[in-house]
């Protein structure tokens, strides 16, 4: 069950049991560095293809149809030098879903028809990312490189680059079949099973089911390269799509893929990247001129290839940094003098060791599916004996190869981005990339300047290596203590503070988690952003605190909620306590310098200006913000920011704490006392006048009268978006906790059935959009449920058309289901809610969702695993005939239509004709609409 407070929602199911999913991934060795040059985007499209149906299964759906209907999922990912695709599913099934996945690499179809669908399809996945900064500007460094660089070169392949394939060869399918059998060889695939059975059953099932995987010699490409990938000295100015300035220092390397024990590349991202006294940053940020650094080497084998490691700063600038681009430069160089001068210092190197070392022996584990992907890749990468260890590896001390690598970091062979909004596109000097349109200008840097940045004539006092890290934990014991308690139970509660405890006895790790949600005093709009602002700043004056504790494996973050203020420290207990005083020194007493306020003040309305930038994030925010009452738009939070100053934050910050309570959960690795301690020193700072249960604000949400359905139009922020976005909600009702366990796992229930179908029809054979998917929805205590797509083809209206008329025509689909095929899907969500959670931090993000809605339903999972024993196929179909089916007596609809850019006029046309008979009402005024309407009972 999604939960709104972010607008983004995402699905979020735990459990505690006897099972977990099993999982597989193959992972083969070729990728869009192999694409030929006149089917750009062909390994790509292969990738999609393999899902397609195969000889042994023709049906296209089989494979994820089979997966759905026994608690699985898959995916597949395409990168320069691998292709991977992973599945996970109920362990019980593992057999016959590897049986369905091993055709892809036996016997795939790649069926013309659907090879003429699946192109549209790419084009779809490459037009969601058109308005993506970071795609653009990696598209941007593959056009710019050298010719014969294996980064010359479009990757993602869209519906113009396979087209001219379709048009160039008379048939495409053909160009697949031979790129297939040349590259999908068992000499170049790593397979990855996961499951409950022996080692030799599992041994048994791959050695059955792979065994015809065609052999072949031909070895992995490997695509090594010596001298310049761009030209020298050049500067580029890049358009911004989102609100931002960022300056991109890129370095390319040599391969380092043999130095993994070593990472001396992992030492200098270290140093340069770190945000304590006397680093870069600060120094920055003591100017005004930065908010953000990062330095180093990315995972995924753009940045991590045989053709070289590409090493890159990355500065998020203020609008003052963003006139200072040399100065910064020059700064960033004069720190690398430093390095120079220092010598590689091995101490650093240990305190590295040190924290990889312990992370990996206290790793937390990660979902199946995405475990198997990392070491079928790593199968490529590493020896055999450390395919799990080598991407923590940090054993050998090399200080020559660190300098070696130092040495690269030159003015000379040095690529500038200056990727920025303030950008003038009518330049007559502008050209524009051929796939992604980004527009750009190229300028030299002058040969003065160059020289200068080479030869830094002094350091400047402030910059100097990191200090010792007193964060890094060495106690890892683990604690026992008389408590037998299987659920959180309430150790502290008076009218301040009310605190859960749970002491960990699953997990045996070091670890504990304590998150606290800190009522205040927010009322209104004006409080909302001064809030905000106050957590901006607060972070801002801790960041070297937190920096320095997040390296040694403790994090914490301060996030301003409604009525609310979220406070969480977790990762290794030793010092968890040290950390949450220091935090705490600055709740109250901080007094923001105007300077600071400034910077704070920018980030804020950057971030609301960002905000609804992505069409998918608009229509849930929209969605939540007509639902709620007291949310406001980000245009209504930017005029009341322009009226705000330092000294309104600093007179704020009193009135903020004048009256407070603290409702804690610590899960973990801590005693009572432990958890007491950590939370009374929150209390005591922040709780002067306790604020009583009744005087607490209330969250209230919008019900939408039953029969009833509603449609809000807005076109897209960024005026270029071509995505456009149809989000069709359905209101079920109040939660009332224990009681509404029925109404939940209705709603589970039916999106276990439907997703698939719903997926397939949109998605797969209607091709309506990229993005297509259904779940549901937790607001503020208001159960819902919501089907969704993004299309960059069609608008909001037909969209919206098309989902109803798959929710009319999904009373067959569910007349026609097997009891089989239902027992199957009833007894998969059964297993789904009684998985044990993975770790310690899933578990403590299931309670602490429990404790924020004031549910306490800590056991809810059993409790509806339960309940699902006796639901009917009946059930579920009356329940989607009242909720969601037209004309069902309990159905209320909001349905949100964002409308990309191409559609502008119809969107006009569609507002036109609210006088006119339409299946909805619009509504057009937000805060009109929520004034008339009726609202549920308050929401703790």
């Not at 957590?535 to 801002?540: A, R, Y």
């Not at 301003?560 to 207990?573: D, L, W």
């Not at 139009?713 to 005026?719: C, E, G, L, Q, T």
């Amino acid at each position: 069950m999604a939960r709104d407070e972010v607008p983004e929602d995402g699905k979020k199911r735990g459990g505690m049991a006897q099972a977990k999913k099993a999982a597989a991934a193959m992972c083969v060795s070729v990728g869009s560095f192999s694409d030929p040059k006149d089917a750009e985007g062909l390994a790509h499209f292969l990738e999609h293809m393999l899902f397609m149906g195969s000889s042994k299964f023709p049906d296209e759906n089989e494979y994820a149809g089979f997966l759905a209907e026994h608690g699985g999922s898959s995916n597949a990912f395409t990168e320069m030098e691998y292709t991977c695709y992973h599945f996970d599913v109920n362990h019980m099934y593992l057999k016959p879903a590897l049986e369905r996945f091993s055709q892809f690499f036996i016997s795939p179809l790649i069926k013309g028809d659907s090879v003429e669908r699946e192109v549209q399809a790419v084009d779809s996945e490459f037009v969601q990312a058109l308005q993506n900064d970071g795609c653009r500007l990696n598209q941007l460094k593959c056009h710019t490189a050298d010719l014969l660089h294996p980064y010359n070169r479009f990757s993602w392949g869209n519906a113009k680059s396979l087209g001219e394939a379709i048009t160039k060869c008379t048939d495409i399918r053909q160009k697949l079949i031979e790129f297939y059998k040349q590259h999908y060889l068992a000499n170049r695939m790593k397979l990855v099973v996961l499951g409950g059975e022996p080692l030799a059953t599992l041994k048994e099932w791959v050695t059955e089911l792979f065994e015809d995987i065609p052999e072949g010699s031909s070895k992995p490409q490997r695509f090594s390269w010596n001298g310049p990938v761009w030209p020298a000295g050049k500067i580029y100015h890049v358009e911004s799509v989102k609100d931002q300035h960022r300056l991109i220092l890129s370095w390319v390397m040599p391969c380092l893929h043999t130095e993994y024990l070593k990472k001396p590349h992992d030492y200098l991202s270290h140093i340069i990247g770190h945000e304590g006294k006397g680093s870069l940053l600060q120094f920055l940020k003591a100017n005004g001129w930065a908010t953000d650094l990062a330095a180093g080497v990315s995972e995924d084998d753009f940045e991590k290839s045989t053709a070289g490691y590409l090493f890159s700063v990355c500065i998020n600038l203020t609008v003052s940094g963003l006139g200072k681009i040399h100065e910064i430069v020059g700064n960033f160089f004069e720190f690398v003098k430093l390095l120079r001068d220092s010598k590689p210092q091995e101490w650093i190197f240990e305190e590295l060791h040190a924290v990889s070392a312990m992370d990996f022996r206290f790793v937390e584990e990660e979902p199946a599916d995405d475990y198997v992907s990392t070491l079928a890749k790593n199968m490529h990468l590493f020896p055999e004996h450390h395919v799990i260890y080598g991407d923590y590896a940090h054993d050998q001390w090399d200080p020559k190869l660190a300098e070696e690598l130092l040495n690269y970091l030159s003015p000379m062979t040095m690529r500038v981005d200056i990727v920025t909004k303030s950008f003038n596109k009518d330049a007559p000097d502008v050209v524009f990339e051929p796939w992604f349109g980004t527009p750009y200008v190229v300028n030299e840097a002058p040969k003065d300047l160059l020289n200068g940045w080479l030869n830094p004539l002094a350091v400047n006092d402030a910059l100097h290596l990191p200090a010792v890290n007193e964060f890094i934990s060495r106690d890892f014991s683990i604690k026992s203590a008389d408590d037998s308690n299987v659920l959180p139970v309430v150790i502290a509660e008076d009218s301040s503070v009310k605190v859960w405890h749970k002491l960990d006895r699953t997990f045996q790790t070091p670890r504990a988690n304590v998150f606290m949600k800190l009522s205040c005093r927010m009322d209104g709009l004006r409080s909302e952003v001064l809030t905000s602002l106050y957590t901006l700043l607060l972070k801002d004056a801790l960041n070297e605190t937190i920096y320095m504790a997040t390296v040694a494996g403790l994090s914490s973050s301060v996030v301003a909620n409604i009525h609310n203020i979220e406070f969480k420290v977790h990762g290794y207990n030793e010092k968890l306590g040290v950390l949450a005083q220091q935090i705490c020194q600055l709740l109250k007493a901080l007094v923001p310098a105007n300077d600071r306020f400034e910077v704070a003040k920018e980030q804020y309305e950057r971030l609301c200006r960002n905000a609804r930038v992505k069409p998918m994030t608009h229509s849930a925010a929209l969605r939540v913000q007509i639902l709620r009452m007291g949310s406001w738009s980000e245009e209504e939070r930017l005029a009341c920011l322009s009226t705000l100053s330092a000294e309104d934050v600093r007179n704020f910050i009193p009135q903020l704490f004048r009256e407070a309570h603290v409702e804690a959960l610590c899960h973990g690795n801590l005693t009572k006392e432990e958890a007491l301690d950590i939370v009374n020193v929150v209390k005591s700072t922040v709780v002067t006048v306790p604020m009583l249960e009744e005087t607490m604000p209330k969250i209230r949400i919008v019900k939408i009268p039953s029969q009833t359905d509603f449609a809000y139009n807005v076109p897209v922020v960024n005026p270029l978006e071509e995505n456009s976005v149809a989000e069709l909600y359905f209101q079920m009702g109040l939660d009332l906790g224990a009681e509404s366990v029925r109404e939940h796992i209705l709603g589970d229930l039916f999106e276990q059935m439907v997703y698939e179908p719903f997926f397939n029809q949109l998605r797969t054979i209607e091709q309506l959009g990229y993005r297509v998917d259904c779940g549901t929805r937790y607001t503020y205590g208001v159960l819902g449920f919501c089907f969704r797509i993004m299309s960059s083809k069609y608008s909001p209206t037909h969209i919206h058309k098309r989902i109803e008329d798959f929710i009319d025509k999904l009373q067959k689909t569910l007349d026609d289901m097997s009891e089989e095929a239902f027992d199957n899907y009833k007894n998969c969500l059964i297993a789904e809610k009684m998985e044990k959670d993975k770790c310690l931090s899933e578990e403590t993000d299931r309670h602490w969702g429990h404790v924020l809605d004031q549910r306490y339903l800590f056991d809810a999972h059993e409790k509806e695993a339960v309940a699902l024993k006796d639901i009917k196929k009946e059930d579920v179909v009356e329940w989607y005939k009242q909720h969601i089916r037209a004309g069902g007596s309990m159905r209320r609809s909001l349905c949100i239509h964002v409308w990309g850019c191409q559609f502008k006029d119809e969107m006009q046309k569609n507002k036109n004709k609210r006088n006119k008979r339409t299946p909805y009402r619009l509504i057009e005024d937000i805060d009109e609409f929520k004034n008339k309407a009726e609202l549920y009972p308050p929401f703790p």
